[in-house]
Nanobody, 124 residues
Framework: QVRLVESGGGLVQAGGSLRLSCAAS????????MGWFRQAPGKEREFVAA????????YYADSVKGRFTISRDSAKNTVYLQMNSLKPEDTAVYYC?????????????????WGQGTQVTVSS
């Protein structure tokens, strides 16, 4: 079993920055993909970014490319999502997810483990 705990959400003005953290514990390994998804009110949960823990490869949704950066700290078993140039449309609950895979997927059903989510609100 893998436990994921997100932190770092909050309220920020448009153009500002936030960094989300996702601490993983339990049966983690290098054969994992760690991803971030988000869900705005009344909308489907959508892919934001993901990272292949073993190979350092990353993948981003077009809507966040160039503004968000996913990274990891192996020693801390933690994945980060640095969010810059935030827009009101980035407002959502952000979820960390983990998949037992070495291939990055963008579909939520591929992911085996989920955190509880952290709220990000961007005011205009």
């Amino acid at each position: 079993q893998v436990r994921l705990v997100e932190s770092g959400g909050g309220l920020v003005q448009a153009g500002g920055s936030l960094r989300l953290s996702c601490a993983a514990s339990g049966r983690t390994s290098s054969s994992f993909v760690m991803g971030w998804f988000r869900q705005a009110p009344g909308k489907e949960r959508e892919f934001v970014a993901a990272l292949n823990w073993r190979g350092f490869s990353t993948y981003y949704a077009d809507s966040v490319k160039g503004r968000f950066t996913i990274s990891r700290d192996s020693a801390k078993n933690t994945v980060y999502l640095q969010m810059n140039s935030l827009k009101p449309e980035d407002t959502a609950v952000y979820y960390c997810a983990a998949e037992r895979s070495i291939t990055i997927h963008t579909t939520r059903t591929n992911y085996d483990y989920w955190g509880q989510g952290t709220q990000v609100t961007v005011s205009s």
